[in-house]
């Protein structure tokens, strides 16, 4: 019997092993902090922003009119990606899969949540969406570019 137990014990001890590698894997993951401080990123990201992103979210980041208001579809205008929006809030492995996968619902947005947030995965390669992103935060005055930092140090703990 206690043969048993320990054999049984290993079996399950493997399984729990390879459960938590695959989550590990299925999660996004994102690069390291995006510090804006790369000029020649943050050009590249303007552009690539003007191209992709303005139509919606606004040449300024601005965002779309009431954006905190649902319009009659049910969904939400595009939010700004300036220090009044809520862009910062999240850590920057989210803000890059929700450029790469747009809004997931269950993952970057709540179950059943639809939005007009396209997913360019096949638009955009990862250097891109990160020079999107370093762009985007080349714009917040320092204090709101640390507590972003601080929400992405205590997503990857």
Known sequence: MPKKILILGAIGTVAIGAVAALYSLTQPSGP????????ALVVQ????????????HGASLQGQPNWRERLPNGRLPAP????????????DAILTDIVKNGLVPGRTA???YE???PAFSKSL?????????????????SKVLQLQKEVDLQQRK
């Open 125 to 141: 390669s990862d250097e891109e969406i990160t020079a999107v992103l370093a762009y985007i935060k080349s714009t917040w005055p």
């Open 32 to 39: 390291i902090f995006i510090e804006p401080t790369n000029r």
């Open 115 to 117: 939005s007009d947030m």
């Open 80 to 91: 700004p990606h300036d220090k009044t929006g809520h862009t910062w809030h999240h850590p």
């Open 110 to 112: 709540p179950p059943g």
């Open 45 to 56: 990201g303007k552009a690539i922003y003007a191209n992709n992103c303005a139509a919606c």
